[in-house]
């Protein structure tokens, strides 16, 4: 067994034990493996330990990955865009993958939606939204996530399955409880009159605990699965 498909196990095994403490099914949380700046190959080892959710936030990279692990074989992979999104790139994001996990604006979902090529499902998206409410992160406001829901919503090639944010870095435990727990909030407020938002993708590596306990539906792990990143010139 490789390194990579042990990490995958031990992520799992952590993610049993934080569920079992908050009181809640491991089955209900879903380990996305964020794969940007991974060669197929690292992919490749993830795939064969069961992971099926990976995520990419570079455009250009994805492109050439994505169609050369469908044409080896592996068409089952949910591919997750999680990155900040350029306009540039819609086109690319719109064609290649399932799901879109950043749209934290209007003019993003409008052109995800109008270049979704025909005969593909619609696309699925979550609202990235600011949690921590640092300028230099993405996402929308608190206030602006019923704006952007609702044009998702009239959209023809969308669905809106749920939400994203991300914690700001601290060691207090309080401050990111305190940040995810408001956009867990809000998720469940929006649950009650949209049956088809399921998703609350909270925690990485550092938080993956906090975020169980506020009722994340989703981890996103890189590192501690595939080891250091080397970025990309062209992303």
């Given at each position: 067994?490789?390194t990579?498909?042990?990490?995958?196990?031990?992520?799992?095994?952590?993610?049993?034990?934080?569920?079992?403490?908050?009181?809640?099914?491991?089955?209900?949380?879903?380990?996305?493996?964020?794969?940007?700046?991974?060669p197929?190959e690292?992919?490749?080892d993830a795939?064969?330990?069961g992971?099926?959710h990976?995520?990419?936030?570079?455009a250009?990279?994805?492109?050439?990955?994505?169609?050369?692990?469908?044409?080896?074989?592996?068409k089952?992979?949910?591919?997750?865009f999680?990155?900040?999104?350029?306009?540039?790139?819609?086109?690319?994001?719109?064609e290649y993958?399932?799901v879109?996990?950043?749209?934290?604006?209007?003019?993003?979902?409008?052109?995800?939606?109008?270049?979704?090529?025909?005969?593909?499902?619609?696309l699925?998206?979550y609202?990235?939204?600011?949690?921590?409410?640092?300028?230099q992160?993405?996402?929308?406001?608190?206030?602006?996530?019923?704006?952007?829901?609702?044009?998702?919503?009239?959209?023809?090639?969308?669905?809106l399955?749920?939400?994203m944010?991300?914690?700001?870095n601290?060691?207090?435990?309080?401050e990111?409880?305190?940040?995810?727990?408001?956009?867990?909030?809000?998720?469940n407020?929006?649950?009650?009159?949209?049956?088809?938002?399921?998703?609350?993708?909270?925690?990485?590596?550092?938080?993956?605990?906090?975020?169980?306990?506020?009722?994340?539906?989703?981890?996103?792990?890189?590192?501690?699965?595939?080891?250091?990143?080397?970025?990309?010139?062209?992303?």
């Open positions: 067994m490789s990579i498909q042990e990490n995958v196990i031990n992520i799992q095994e952590l993610i049993l034990k934080f569920a079992n403490l908050a009181k809640r099914t491991a089955s209900e949380i879903k380990l996305l493996a964020v794969s940007k700046t991974k197929v690292n992919i490749i795939y064969n330990a992971q099926r990976f995520g990419e936030s570079y250009k990279e994805a492109e050439i990955k994505i169609p050369e692990l469908k044409e080896k074989g592996y089952d992979i949910i591919w997750h999680i990155g900040p999104i350029q306009s540039n790139k819609t086109k690319i994001i719109a993958f399932d879109v996990e950043s749209v934290d604006r209007i003019k993003i979902a409008r052109r995800l939606s109008e270049q979704r090529p025909s005969g593909m499902p619609p699925e998206v609202i990235q939204v600011n949690i921590s409410e640092e300028p992160k993405s996402g929308c406001s608190f206030s602006e996530i019923d704006e952007i829901a609702d044009y998702i919503r009239s959209t023809d090639n969308l669905i399955k749920g939400l944010g991300i914690a700001e601290t060691t207090d435990s309080r990111i409880v305190s940040q995810f727990s408001k956009l867990a909030a809000k998720f407020e929006m649950k009650k009159t949209d049956t088809g938002i399921t998703e609350l993708s909270l925690g990485m590596t550092g938080d993956m605990q906090e975020a169980i306990q506020c009722g994340s539906t989703e981890i996103r792990i890189g590192t501690a699965i595939f080891g250091a990143r080397e970025y990309p010139e062209h992303k």
